[in-house]
């Protein structure tokens, strides 16, 4: 059943097309990846979607009493006290019935009698239908999912970051449990951990969910169909994006094939009615000119237009591109140094490709700073092998130069001939007029494509790259992986795009407890050395909880273990309690019952977060 739909929907920014004529149903369990290239057109339909933005034809019809759920891409500041209060505001009209319950109980301290035992039974009853003796569980459950920490929970919203605004945005979305749950790029800001816990929560999602992202391996996780936005229509097609691959050049090849025959045909026919239009068989000419003439004809398949480079030639390094040994790498604030990081004894060799892997926040970006000398390392060295011309393509693009254009910003990497520049410009998309677009209007996407320009025009032969693939678009980003597996020269890349990962690296640098190791293998080697590694940790872990001659700190552990079951048990003995005394109206018990429920679920929640952080 549609719970959503669009007919004959039209948006144009004045006399620009974005969305013609498209005709679309949301279904209650619908799990829908929105796919398209930048520019298409694809956040526009979600506005329309959520009611943020008008259009001029067509319908939009929703379900009544219909709840979105919408995250988008960018997070906006406002008013509240908070990050945690934020993501609180999902649970508003529990928190509004709780203080109606407290005043109910005073009340009826003051005046015990039918009516106000009544009220506060039928406050009782609806907390506890609407989820009001679980709703710190799942908030907790959530936060922690998302690598919502303690202190970014007690940030002011409005200082966090980009990042952890969307997060928090994420996170109160989720606990809204909407009818449709709308998500534009929700995996920019989420490590390997966070998105695995979203695509599990997706995966479990009892209503229907609309996903835009550039994210291959998330969109085969998550979605059971896909919606191509191109030349301003949507093209459905079954399965996820790999099964959407597929269809897509099942397609094209099926268009070129009736484009060209019907090409062949009508070639074939306009040479019969050239040569007999005036002979003898002049009737059948006309005749077939006329059924010509009525031909719908068909367009031949769309190229996409992607980024391209010849082969790049770069110079030959020596055996070692970079070394390290005995590194510490951190910053140092108020005379007081702070190590992130300690590096094992490295080396990278000529013509590898690293991915550099670990949590969100735990220094990624700092080494790569290091290693290109904008930070010096606290101890230790870290070195660069012989001969080495290395290029960096930072995070925040900072290196662009600003306000200025397109082609200037370029020549100012290298100053090149200018028809050179801008045929090479072009190679990333920057075509006619573009080039001299200023910077400081650039989307990310652009941007990124002009650095990486900036960048590959220099050949160097030591690529580091850090989140390269953010704002691209999967054209782009597919298009970037052949240029880097072509590419001759040695790369260090931090990305959380699992799948370019896996398309580029051969082996991977790895953060695990604060410590940097190489590991030779590809990304999903080392998922599989890791799974096992962690399941004999767990085996062996279980094993010694067994041994009465453990260390102090595991048999505190085991008594954390042992105090959260204890609370659980408590938790599920008065869940019973609650409901006999909901069926025998007994208002004294709901109120006690409901008040220890209260407190235990809230020691619950304390000693889990105690045990996360063990």
């Known amino acids: 059943m549609a719970i959503l739909s669009t007919s004959k929907l039209h948006l144009h920014y004045g006399d620009i097309p974005i969305l013609s004529n498209l005709n679309l149903d949301i279904n209650t369990r619908s799990r829908i990846g929105l796919v398209g290239a930048n520019g298409t057109g694809k956040t526009s339909l979600v506005k329309i979607l959520v009611g943020e933005t008008d259009y001029q034809q067509g319908e939009l019809l929703l379900q009544k009493n219909l709840s979105i759920g919408y995250v988008p891409q960018t997070a906006d500041d406002i008013k509240s006290s908070s990050v945690k209060s934020h993501i609180m505001h999902a649970f508003q009209n529990i928190l509004d019935l709780e203080q109606k319950i407290e005043k109910s109980s005073k009340t009826l301290e003051e005046e015990n009698n039918p009516t106000t035992q009544n009220t506060h039974m039928d406050l009782l009853q609806k ?48 606990l809204q449990k909407p009818d449709l749950l709308i998500l534009d790029e929700p995996t920019n800001y989420l490590d390997f951990e966070s998105l695995r816990w979203l695509e599990d929560f997706i995966n479990h999602y009892e209503s229907a969910v609309l996903v835009v992202s550039h994210d291959r391996h998330f969109l085969d996780q998550v979605t059971t169909s896909i919606w191509e936005l191109e030349n301003q229509s949507i093209t459905t097609f079954p399965g996820n994006y790999t099964k959407y691959k597929k269809l897509k050049a099942e397609y094209i090849l099926r268009q070129q094939k009736e484009y060209e025959s019907q090409k062949a045909f009508i070639e074939k026919e306009q040479a019969f009615i050239d040569k007999y239009r005036a002979g003898q068989k ?64 490295i080396e990278l060799l000529r013509g590898t490709k690293t991915a550099f892997v670990g949590k969100n926040g735990i220094g990624k970006t700092t080494f790569l700073k290091t290693i290109v000398g904008e930070i010096t390392p606290l101890s230790g060295i870290i070195n660069f092998g012989q001969q080495i011309s290395y290029g960096y393509v930072d995070q925040n693009l900072s290196y662009i130069p600003e306000n200025v254009d397109v082609l200037t910003a370029f020549l100012d990497a290298k100053n090149i001939p200018i028809n050179e520049a801008r045929s090479y410009l072009a190679r ?14 650039l989307s990310g996407g652009q941007l990124t494509r002009l650095q990486i320009a900036r960048t590959m025009i220099q050949s160097p032969n030591f690529l580091i790259l850090d989140e390269p693939t953010t704002h691209l678009d999967i054209q782009s980003r597919e298009a970037l992986e052949i240029i880097l597996q072509n590419y001759e020269g040695a790369i260090l890349f931090v990305s959380h795009d699992r799948l370019f990962i896996n398309n580029i690296a051969e082996q991977l640098l790895i953060v695990e407890n604060n410590q940097i190791n190489l590991f030779k293998g590809t990304f999903d080697q080392w998922e599989e050395v890791a799974n096992k590694s962690n399941l004999k940790k767990e085996k062996s872990s279980n094993q010694n909880n067994k041994n009465k001659s453990k260390k ?35 208002v004294s018990e709901l109120t006690e019952f409901g008040e220890q429920y209260t407190l235990i679920e809230k020691q619950l929640s304390d000693e889990l977060e105690k045990w996360v952080n063990f």
């Open 552 to 586: 102090i700190n595991k048999y505190k552990f085991e008594q954390q273990e042992n105090l959260i079951k204890d609370l659980e048990k408590k938790l599920k003995t008065l869940e019973v309690k609650l409901n006999h005394a909901t069926k025998t109206q007994n």
């Open 127 to 174: 907390y506890e239908i609407i989820g009001g003796y679980r709703y710190i569980t799942e908030f907790n459950k959530t936060v922690t999912g998302l690598n919502l920490t303690l202190d970014v929970l007690e940030n002011s919203f409005n200082s966090a970051s980009g990042g952890e605004k969307t997060k928090a945005n994420l996170a109160k979305a989720l």
């Open 428 to 441: 990333f998309l920057f075509i006619g007029e573009q080039v001299f677009q200023n910077v400081n209007s």
């Open 282 to 345: 002049s009737r059948q000419a006309h005749g077939r000119e006329t059924r010509l003439n009525r031909i719908q004809l068909l367009q031949a398949p769309n190229k996409t237009q992607s980024i391209n480079l010849p082969d790049l030639k770069t110079k030959r390094t020596g055996r070692v591109i970079l070394n390290t040994h005995e590194a510490n790498v951190g910053f140092i604030e108020n005379d007081k140094e702070t190590i992130l990081l300690k590096v094992s004894d």
